[in-house]
């Protein structure tokens, strides 16, 4: 098969799939209430095309989870061997954040931020349909491998050189959102995030001696700057520090905590003034698996209360703080699992406040499918192995330099006390620097 008709078959393969959504009872409606969610009307029809790819690759329907492009195979059954070979490959696509290292006569060659890798692209269209893109710029597209070669399904923005911050955050957002892209097409990277994951577990075992450790917010970031101390320098704090920081809430209760935001232009931000900055206080949960690595998880001692207490019903938000636990993609299956192991009446009392009849395996196939079919290690985890994560901490630091201010006293300042200068920063992030 010459390099034109391998081009023709795929970009006929991809139009077929993308008929059959706007045509199938099923995915037309579905799909119209996905343009509606992201609050698009009468898109005209190169911008159905354009909203038509995020739409095959990453949604999921049916009880069973079926991608996309596993309903289109079921319903049609006389594709050929090649436009199945295609299908294998498109359901293997990925979206990442790239930056434009070379523009070729028929693709591009760029460099993954988020898995740090190098691909040599192949272009399914024209290269004058992306005029205008040159090396130093970054590219958000998604892109699929077939045999030994990489194709470009879109691009879906183009990034000047100059927005490099933004970037950096963009793709870190991008990795705390699906920590596994940092590592599946890169074995390289897998290896390091396993050796660490490994290295961490021992530390957090030295440092705390347990593998969970339950404070609240207020408290949370203490214990977690000691944590990366302990890894970075040995340095262990006195007993008091602990005795301090280790502290529980009044009451158990979930509720909705207005300081988190989820847009990633602001995550940053939030990540670095930390859980101490927000206005409500509730239970922190920060716990080490051996197979995943770091979670720090809001509410957690609450959810395990709902299990723990006789009447459940006392908690405020019981149900509400089940079903987070349960949609919330940043639980993996391997905590419920905890959980579930230390209550004897985890799935008993689960079915009763949900009025369902779960097994184990059913409740984490329903929610926890993608943590149950394949590893994925914490966001945290896979941070600390990340160069742009290192880069873009440079960046902060250097921003953030601060000279100490005339006139104040620092001379009785704990590095964990709030700086004086009032930035409400703590001391060691702020004048100590420069003192």
Do not use: W
Request: proline share 3%; hydrophobic share 35%.
């Amino acid at each position: 098969m010459s390099v034109i008709e391998k081009l023709a078959i795929i970009s006929d393969t991809i139009t077929k799939v993308m008929n059959f959504v706007l045509e199938d009872e099923l995915t037309k409606p579905d799909f119209n209430e996905y343009l509606s969610t992201i609050g698009v009307q009468n898109p005209d029809p190169s911008r159905v095309q354009a909203l038509l790819i995020p739409y095959i690759f990453e949604r999921r329907l049916t009880e069973k989870r079926k991608t996309i492009i596993q309903l289109f195979e079921e319903k049609n059954n006389d594709l050929t061997k090649e436009e199945k070979d295609i299908l294998s490959s498109l359901s293997k696509s990925f979206s990442s954040i790239f930056e434009v290292r070379r523009v070729l006569s028929n693709g591009f060659e760029l460099y993954n931020l988020i898995n740090e890798k190098m691909y040599k692209i192949l272009s399914l269209v024209k290269m004058n349909n992306f005029r205008g893109i040159t090396p130093g710029q970054y590219v958000l597209s998604r892109i699929f491998p077939m045999g030994e070669e990489f194709y470009l399904l879109e691009v879906s923005n183009v990034i000047s050189s100059i927005q490099k911050e933004e970037v950096y955050k963009f793709a870190i957002a991008k990795i705390i959102e699906k920590p596994e892209d940092a590592y599946e097409q890169n074995p390289q990277k897998l290896e390091q995030i396993e050796k660490l994951v490994v290295d961490f577990g021992k530390k957090f075992d030295e440092c705390f001696q347990k593998d969970e450790v339950i404070t609240t917010n207020t408290h949370a970031d203490n214990l977690i700057n000691l944590f990366n101390i302990y890894c970075d320098e040995g340095i262990m704090p006195e007993k008091e520090f602990f005795e301090e920081n280790i502290k529980q809430v009044e009451n158990n209760r979930y509720f909705t905590v207005s300081d988190f935001k989820n847009s990633y232009s602001d995550f940053m931000e939030k990540s670095l003034e930390g859980f101490s900055s927000h206005s409500s206080t509730y239970d922190i949960g920060i716990l080490y698996d051996k197979e995943l690595g770091l979670f720090v998880l809001p509410f957690y001692q609450t959810f395990c209360k709902i299990y723990e207490v006789e009447d459940y019903k006392t908690i405020q938000g019981y149900k509400d703080c089940i079903k987070n636990f349960f949609e919330n993609d940043k639980v993996p299956a391997n905590i419920i699992k905890k959980v579930a192991n230390k209550y004897p009446n985890f799935i008993e009392r689960t079915n009763q406040i949900l009025e369902t009849d779960y097994t184990l395996d059913t409740l984490l196939n329903f929610y926890k499918a993608d943590s149950v079919e394949k590893k994925i290690f914490s966001s945290a985890s896979v941070l600390y192995a990340s160069k742009i994560f290192e880069q873009m901490m440079k960046v902060v630091s250097k921003k953030e330099e601060t000279q100490p201010l005339e006139g104040v006293d620092y001379s009785n300042v704990g590095r964990n006390d709030k700086c004086p200068c009032g930035s409400g920063k703590k001391y060691k992030n702020c004048c100590m620097q420069n003192s």
